[in-house]
């Protein structure tokens, strides 16, 4: 008997809501499937991929028979996925035997300065399909002003931070939520002094950070921006529209004063720089969930895990205020890797077009490539798409965990398809586990507080990503150089290694060694802005 687990919406988020600064298009919009032309079409399309159904290409074999023969049924295509290992084949190879390719962000650049691959922008100037997504989506892959790739994201949402406060230390001590920076410290002063936990005991600390970036909305009130890639570098402003360096500008001086305080009262825990600025909650499985700390900042997504493990209420800052009371929290969608046209394609538009049109515009080809085989009825293949709007995935259920099966991994999210009831169902007899095994899907208060909240978070915009990326690793040691720098400029001045205005001009010193000033003019000028030098 087969099993309903869990109704729930993973794919409608943040999404629906948010969109980038630069984009004017609607988000929401359904494509509508008449746009979906079939006969025009290819008759043969051949992939290149390294995780085709996982990444040992010696699995799945009959899963994957199945798909190129349901692919066939549903589309009338021939569909070949070239199977490729990374450590044994060469680039000729992959652009002989494929008409897309799929490449790791990291490699894109190197095939495009070597014109190994094409630009696809005037390809599908046409498509309206294409027409259809938000700007951040189509611009993630972008050099030289040229789109080169459609991303391959496990993405489904922006993903935002937020600074969590224990309400229930609040109610305690009858002192309302925080919005600046300067309520933020008599609160925390109010936390370590004042016994928040009602326990008798010395034993409080009033928030904890996780490297740079559990201090993020903090550099932000101050007008101090970083990168997006979560390591410290000169990043795009969005108040100003144009990189700067942060630790260049007078304000960061006030800021790391703050910091300093809070650090030498004790306030701001004191192994706060012990990880690598990453939020992968090692703070809060190490430190925060003990209950014996105010405040954290961290992923949104981590709002109901925050609850359980402290067994305290939690309220959600967006952001505190100071010199900047808006677009305080940065959002991001990236992409692990890209489908890429091959310079030796035939039929190069038409082979761009069908793959945007299947699986980007097409629901049925979009959920096969997302998760594999479609059913004709509940029960069979992967999934079955029920009234247009439902989609029943199966699962596997065994140990008191979910699992599903490989994916063929061809394309993981569409902006046009996100308006989704997921419905999980499995053969097993476990029903009562498998929906608290799969309940933690649901939209928190968290993420509802992201949506009712919207002038406080900002999309940062993937095509002046690139483009940094794209100046900045050109020199393999200069991120490494520059996001060492800046950690360390920033531990130092907190930590009272050095004072701040000796870090700060050490920083200088030494960043114009590095080149970095003259990296920020050039990316500036190509972006058509002011200097801030």
């Keep these: ?254 800021c790391l004063n703050f910091l300093k305080l809070c650090y030498d009262e004790k306030l701001l825990h004191k192994n706060s720089f012990e990880y690598n600025d990453r939020l992968n909650g090692s703070s809060l499985t190490k430190y925060y969930y003990k209950n014996n700390i105010g405040s954290t900042f961290n992923k949104v997504i981590r709002y109901n895990e925050i609850i359980e493990n402290t067994g305290a209420n939690h309220s959600v800052i967006a952001g505190l205020s100071n010199i900047r009371n808006e677009n305080l929290i940065r959002g991001y969608l990236s992409y692990d890797k890209a489908f890429t046209l091959s310079k030796y394609a035939d039929n190069k538009e038409d082979v761009i077009n069908t793959f945007v049109n299947i699986f980007l515009g097409d629901t049925q080809g979009f959920f096969m490539g997302r998760y594999g085989i479609l059913g004709d009825k509940l029960g069979e293949g992967d999934f079955f798409i029920e009234n247009d709007n439902t989609i029943y995935l199966n699962c596997l259920y065994k140990n008191g965990a979910v699992k599903r099966n490989d994916s063929p991994n061809i394309i993981n999210f569409s902006p046009n398809k996100t308006n989704y009831e997921i419905i999980y169902y499995s053969f097993g007899e476990s029903y009562n586990e498998a929906i608290n095994v799969l309940s933690t899907a649901d939209i928190s208060v968290a993420e509802k507080y992201v949506l009712e909240n919207q002038s406080k978070f900002y999309l940062y915009p993937q095509i002046y990503n690139n483009i940094n990326r794209g100046f900045w690793i050109q020199d393999d040691n200069y991120m490494t150089k520059v996001s060492e720098l800046g950690k360390t400029t920033i531990k130092n001045a907190i930590t009272g290694e050095l004072s701040v205005s000796d870090a700060i001009e050490y920083y200088k010193q030494e960043t114009k060694i590095i080149g970095t000033y003259s990296l920020i003019e050039e990316v500036n000028s190509l972006i058509a802005t002011k200097s801030f030098y």
């Design 1 to 254: 008997m087969i099993k309903i687990i869990k109704t729930t919406c993973v794919l409608v988020l943040f999404l629906l809501l948010v969109s980038c600064n630069n984009s004017d298009k609607d988000i929401t919009t359904e494509m509508p499937e008449n746009l979906i032309n079939i006969e025009e079409s290819v008759n043969e399309l051949t992939l290149a991929m390294n995780n085709f159904y996982g990444t040992d290409s010696s699995k799945n074999n009959s899963e994957k028979e199945s798909f190129k023969e349901m692919f066939k049924k549903l589309y009338n295509i021939n569909l070949e996925v070239f199977e490729y290992n990374l450590r044994t084949i060469t680039k000729n190879d992959l652009l002989e035997n494929s008409d897309l390719i799929s490449i790791g962000r990291f490699s894109i650049g190197n095939y495009v300065e070597d014109g190994s691959i094409v630009p696809i922008t005037e390809y599908l100037k046409n498509n309206k399909v294409w027409e259809t997504l938000p700007d951040y989506f189509t611009n993630m892959v972008v050099y030289n002003n040229e789109i080169y790739g459609i991303p391959i994201t496990d993405l489904n949402v922006p993903v935002y931070s937020v600074r969590f406060i224990n309400q229930q230390w609040l109610d305690n001590l009858a002192i309302d939520l925080p919005t600046t920076t300067s309520e933020f410290y008599e609160v925390a002063k109010m936390f370590v002094r004042s016994d928040p936990d009602k326990n008798g005991i010395d034993d409080t600390v009033g928030f904890i950070a996780e490297g740079l970036y559990g201090l993020e909305d903090i550099f932000i009130s101050y007008d101090c921006y970083f990168n997006a890639l979560e390591i410290y570098n000169p990043a795009w402003n969005p108040n100003t529209g144009f990189f700067e360096d942060a630790l260049s500008k007078d304000s960061m001086i006030d």
